[in-house]
């Protein structure tokens, strides 16, 4: 093993020799913590931090020691590749609360686009798809509601909701609703969350900086990995 003092033992990549994710490869750093999440598989992977600081170097674009094993390994696995476009992590500011408004449309109205919805995310999981931007609905830009008209299909979408079991799970949930709005014609964000130390993942919706489904106050626990 070469001596402490010896350079070459660990040469030091300059930040143009970059390093950043598979395309099927999102990422977050939880507190130092390096999360990778393979969207096509529903899989996640978790590495310490101070296994992972070289890594997330190199993924930050700074100077990293290219023979690292944890940082080969990732690249052998495919999960990160030397010379890919570099990594950015998210910046998109913390969701604020839709308003606190009555449902003022007769739910008849979103019946029709519920069962749709209910009925797509039903086969989807039945198919055990895990590909989750293919199993949503092409999102056709058309209709751009007000905040109190979003709060009022929020509504009602949770009125349907409570009937059906199962839907409590925040995968279901906003599986569903990201359909729901599709059809509709409004688009949204579906938005992947990770926490470290016990790890967990959650996920949600957003629209406009507005979180539907959830509370900003809960999904600020999680740190952004996905948005499809």
């Not at 096509?40 to 023979?67: E, F, K, W």
């Not at 990732?74 to 890919?84: V, Y």
């Not at 910046?91 to 739910?107: F, I």
Request: aromatic share 8%; glycine share 6%; proline share 9%.
């Amino acid at each position: 093993m070469p001596g402490r003092g010896d350079l070459r033992a660990a040469p030091l990549c300059l930040p143009s020799m970059s390093v950043g994710p598979a395309p099927n490869i999102s990422l977050a750093v939880v507190d130092g913590d390096l999360v990778l999440f393979d969207i096509g598989q529903d899989t996640y992977l978790a590495v310490d931090r101070d296994a992972a600081r070289n890594s997330v170097n190199a993924l930050l674009g700074h100077s990293y020691t290219p023979s690292d094993p944890v940082l080969t390994e990732l690249i052998a696995q495919g999960l990160l590749l030397r010379g890919a476009p570099p990594w950015m992590p998210d910046a998109k500011p913390r969701p604020q609360p839709l308003p606190a408004v009555q449902c003022k449309h007769s739910q008849d109205r979103l019946t029709i686009p519920f069962l749709r919805a209910s009925l797509g995310t039903y086969l989807a999981l039945q198919k055990r798809d895990n590909r989750w931007a293919a199993v949503l609905p092409v999102q056709d830009i058309g209709n751009d509601p007000s905040p109190e008209q979003m709060a009022s299909i929020i509504g009602q979408f949770e009125n349907w909701r409570i009937l059906i079991p199962g839907t409590g799970r925040c995968l279901v949930q906003s599986m569903m609703l990201m359909r729901l709005l599709a059809i509709i014609k409004i688009k949204a964000e579906w938005v992947f969350g990770v926490r470290t130390h016990p790890f967990e993942a959650h996920c949600w919706v957003e629209w406009q900086s507005m979180v539907l489904n959830d509370s900003p106050d809960h999904v600020s626990w999680f740190t952004v990995i996905a948005r499809l």
